[in-house]
Nanobody, 116 residues
């Protein structure tokens, strides 16, 4: 059974930082790459960053390059997204899921709002 729980979102001023966490069921993600996605109001869900099982390979969208960093702790079944220098356009609900083919089941996401 796939279980995904995202947390760590909140309201932050432009230029601020947040760290998101995604806890997943190891049985579902064992050996899989994991990605963060986000969906802003009125827009399609989009890819943000991914990390492979070992953590040696990562990638991120051009819009967040240099500001967001993805990491994982497989012993804790958790993937993190460290976000710095946040901008209003980063406002969205953030989700994690398998990469590159997400599971049909999504978590509830965590809301990130960047506003002064």
């Amino acid at each position: 059974q796939v279980q995904l729980v995202e947390s760590g979102g909140g309201l932050v001023q432009p230029g601020g930082s947040l760290r998101l966490s995604c806890t997943f069921s190891r049985s579902a993600f064992g050996g899989s790459a994991v990605a963060w996605y986000r969906q802003a109001p009125g827009k399609e869900r989009e890819f943000v960053a991914h990390i492979n099982w070992s953590g040696e390979i990562t990638s991120c969208a051009d819009s967040v390059k240099g500001r967001f960093a993805i990491s994982r702790d497989n012993a804790r079944s958790t993937v993190y997204l460290q976000m710095i220098n946040l901008k209003p356009e980063d406002t969205a609900v953030y989700y994690c899921n398998r990469h590159p083919i997400p599971w049909a089941t999504w978590g509830q996401g965590t809301q990130v709002t960047v506003s002064s």
